[in-house]
């Protein structure tokens, strides 16, 4: 006597999402709650859960014959919060206020050393730039565009000239 095949009928792509969909909207409430309880933080929890259904997702073929499909997904919660307590960046925390320094500077000021900036030669104007709105060091601009050092250092200085001329003598504290 010969097994029995067993033979699995896939059923068609639209179908099967619909049935993921499906489970997703009725079960993301509880992934949640898990999630959060695994966590003790809503917004982690909400991308866990996020991140397990996506999972779920992936190989939803396969996990749809499963006998206890809620059970499977616990499992891909679990493991999907194992990674991210194994991942160096959770263990990052937050310390103090994340506030911006409050700048005093006038709005028409800006839009005057973006038009003197604009006066500036393409590589002044590149340098100025990169050291000053990007926050570069010098060596770091050197590299960028392939000079040495000592020719940003001096185009930096020749640039801040420039630009303390054709600001004139009313705007000394934008470049000083």
């Not at 896939?10 to 099967?16: D, F, G, L, M, S």
């Not at 992934?31 to 991308?47: G, I, P, T």
């Not at 002044?124 to 990169?130: K, P, Y």
Request: proline residues 5%; positive net charge.
């Amino acid at each position: 006597m010969r097994p029995a095949i067993r033979i699995r009928v896939i059923p068609p792509a639209a179908t099967r999402r619909a049935d993921f969909e499906r489970f997703a909207r009725r079960f993301l409430t509880r992934l949640h709650s898990s999630a959060y309880q695994l966590c003790r933080d809503w917004h982690l929890a909400q991308d866990l859960a996020q991140t397990t259904l996506t999972k779920l997702f992936q190989s939803w073929d396969r996990a749809s014959y499963s006998d206890n499909l809620p059970a499977y997904a616990q499992k891909i919660l679990l493991r999907v919060y194992l990674d991210h307590r194994r991942r160096r960046s959770s263990t990052e925390t937050a310390s103090g206020s994340f506030r911006e320094p409050a700048y005093e500077i006038n709005p028409d000021l800006r839009l005057d050393l973006l038009g003197a900036m604009s006066r500036l030669p393409a590589r002044d104007r590149t340098i100025v730039a990169l050291r000053y709105f990007a926050d570069h060091s010098v060596e770091q601009v050197a590299e960028e565009l392939g000079v040495p050092v000592n020719v940003v250092k001096s185009q930096t200085r020749r640039s801040l000239i420039k630009l303390r001329q054709i600001l004139g003598g009313d705007r000394p504290a934008i470049v000083a």
